[in-house]
């Protein structure tokens, strides 16, 4: 079974340009999340959808971040304006569902490593 | 809101002994989920297991197994007959579970273990 795919891998860009990450869940997951991870902040949330519909923002900053959620195969992350601040590995993680006995067990993507210049 | 402590940095360990990994929580809810992730030296995040408050026993995965202390809000993960390949960072990660913001995960920042021969 293919787990949570991620991509691109690897973006570099550059100060002031958008960046557009990317995410597919393991197929029959209803749950997506986005976390950003740097040295300094470590593991941070960012949002997460259920069923396409989106549910909590409350750790994406509030200006130049959007994700969305157009099919229930894949989520996107945009960073617009990108700054030297925003470098970090983007991660996606999925989950069954939200429910217990196990249902919210969150399996992660390999990440996306974003550097701006 | 809740937050989750790890205190140990790093831990070296001779190959086929026994590592302890401390973590403590803090939580407003009676109803929460915890779990410990294993991060490999090529960024990926893995989940090893998972203790529900509820459940009084310990899990116990493969050579992994919890050391669940409700009262002093601790949850210590115990990886016995180590290898080689068992070096990582290990983090504990805690989710509520009694409404919607309560669904993403926070992470301690980690305990980076070194399983030398």
């Known amino acids: 079974n293919a787990g949570v795919i991620q991509t691109p891998r690897h973006k570099v860009t550059g100060k002031g340009q958008e960046a557009t990450l990317w995410c597919e869940p393991i197929s029959g997951h209803s749950a997506v999340f986005w976390y950003r991870q740097t040295i300094v902040q470590g593991l941070e949330f960012l949002t997460y959808?259920?069923?396409?519909?989106?549910?909590?923002d409350s750790g994406m900053p509030k200006e130049r971040f959007s994700a969305q959620m157009p099919n229930q195969s894949h989520s996107t992350l945009k960073i617009q304006s990108t700054q030297p601040q925003d470098s970090a590995v983007y991660l996606c993680?999925?989950?069954?569902?939200?429910?217990?006995?196990?249902?919210?067990?969150?399996?992660f993507g390999p990440g996306t490593r974003l550097l701006v210049l | 809101a809740q937050k989750v402590t790890q205190t140990q940095t790093s831990i070296s360990v001779v190959e086929k002994t026994t590592v302890t990994m401390d973590c403590v929580y803090e939580t407003r809810d009676s109803s929460y989920f915890l779990f410990w992730y294993k991060q490999t030296a090529s960024g990926e995040i893995v989940f090893l297991i998972r203790q529900d408050s509820y459940k009084k026993e310990n899990a116990t995965v493969g050579h992994y197994s919890l050391n669940f202390q409700k009262p002093k809000s601790s949850i210590g993960l115990i990886i016995t007959a180590t290898q080689i390949e068992d070096s990582a960072v290990y983090f504990c990660a805690m989710r509520e579970g009694t409404n919607s913001a309560g669904n993403k995960l926070t992470f301690g920042i980690g305990t980076r273990v070194l399983v030398r021969p």
């Open positions: 959808f259920r069923n396409q519909a989106p549910i909590d």
């Open positions: 993680a999925s989950s069954v569902g939200l429910g217990g006995r196990g249902q919210d067990t969150q399996y």
